[in-house]
T-cell receptor
């Protein structure tokens, strides 16, 4: 079983819609949960990270973690065409003093005007 | 804002040739990583590096690969004898350690012909 599962999409929504992006995982040792945004042929850009279960909000973005279900979500409110990108979830467990992110395959989001 | 920088942005090489990909991590970071992303696939962990030695590596990181921190600022990935299947985006990342979020460079696109 793959460690981190993420639907590749594409997910196409109209401008202003609420977007929900999700990942599931199998490794109970994951402690940190991150969302990255990646534009075509560019590096992943960290959007948010959370530790353990709960919600975290940053502007139009809300990250949600449910460790009991091994399920994480990213919600984008009032989506904009500039939000069009691939969204990668990543999770990490302690390893030698640091945390090594393990990525999902990313969901392609298209926000059309 | 400090950032991870990678050079070159695009490298074309012939099969069997050696390549060196270069990275300058964020200056006060202590942990360094290399990831790769084959076109259309997920971002995959290759290796982590701390205190001038490899702290963890994946199955992908075989004897063809090596990493080095030749001076106080650069971090390099060497592929000794490139294969066609080494064609991918290679991302360098760094963090201070003891934290989850890793900061990624813009990547080097390696094309093996």
């Amino acid at each position: 079983q793959k460690e981190v599962e993420q639907d590749p999409g594409p997910l196409s929504v109209p401008e202003g819609a609420i977007v929900s992006l999700n990942c599931t995982y199998s490794n109970s040792a994951f402690q940190y949960f991150m969302w990255y945004r990646q534009y075509s042929r560019k590096g992943p850009e960290l959007l948010m990270y959370t530790y353990s279960s709960g919600n975290k909000e940053d502007g139009r973005f809300t990250a949600q973690v449910d460790k009991s279900s091994k399920y994480i979500s990213l919600f984008i409110r009032d989506s904009q065409p500039s939000d069009s990108a691939t969204y990668l979830c990543a999770m990490s467990e302690p390893s030698g003093g640091s945390y090594i992110p393990t990525f999902g395959r990313g969901t392609s989001l298209i926000v059309h005007p | 804002e400090p950032e991870v920088t990678q050079t070159p942005s695009h490298q074309v090489t012939q099969m069997g040739q050696e390549v060196i990909l270069r990275c300058v991590p964020i200056s006060n970071h202590l942990y360094f990583y290399w990831y790769r992303q084959i076109l259309g696939q997920k971002v995959e962990f290759l290796v982590s590096f701390y205190n001038n030695e490899i702290s963890e590596k994946s199955e992908i990181f075989d004897d063809q690969f090596s990493v080095e921190r030749p001076d106080g600022s650069n971090f390099t990935l060497k592929i000794r004898s490139t294969k066609l299947e080494d064609s991918a985006m290679y991302f360098c990342a760094s963090n201070r350690g003891g934290e989850a979020e890793a900061f990624f460079g813009q990547g080097t696109r390696l094309t093996v012909v």
